[in-house]
Every structure is written in structure tokens, then in C-alpha cells.
């Protein structure tokens, strides 16, 4: 059995530490998880601050990812 992936969007320096605008990711139970296997799988996350969205929300550590759902890493941001 296939091991199910989703796709996530990197945007801003984001994009430029993962290597690419998207990456294929393993679905993982929440978020933590999710962000614990990024910070592993690509290390110069590590000093960054990002969000995750999922469907255009926000999304907490506690957030289950969907099969099938637009996953996103938000950079820091200043508003103004």
C-alpha cells in the first residue's frame, strides 16, 4: 500500500529553504507531526518562524491535515 502524500505551497524564504515552490509531503496525524517531519526533513526551517494553513485557515499544532486538503507554509509577516 501506498503511503499517502499531499502537496504543500512554500511561499517567501520558505520556498527558497525547501527548494521549490511545492513539495510532496507524507500525511501525518496533526500538525505537529507534520511540522516536526519538515523541520527534520529540511533543516534550515529551523530558525524560521512560518505558519501552517490548511483550506486558507490558519491551523493549529492540534489540527488534523485532511486527505486531499491545500496545505500552505506562511512566512513571518509584518503588517503595517
Avoid at 500538525?31 to 505558519?51: D, E
Wanted: include cysteine; glycine fraction near 8%; hydrophobic fraction near 40%.
Amino acid at each position: 500500500m501506498e503511503a499517502k502524500e499531499i502537496t504543500v505551497l512554500c511561499f517567501g524564504v520558505l520556498a527558497e529553504k525547501t527548494g521549490g515552490a511545492t513539495l510532496k509531503a507524507p500525511i501525518h496525524e496533526n500538525v505537529c507531526k507534520f511540522r516536526q517531519w519538515l523541520l527534520h526533513t529540511y533543516p534550515g526551517l529551523n530558525s524560521i518562524s512560518f505558519n501552517v494553513s490548511i483550506n486558507y485557515k490558519i491551523a493549529s499544532n492540534e489540527d488534523t491535515i485532511p486527505e486531499g486538503s491545500e496545505v500552505a507554509l506562511l512566512p513571518p509577516y509584518s503588517g503595517g
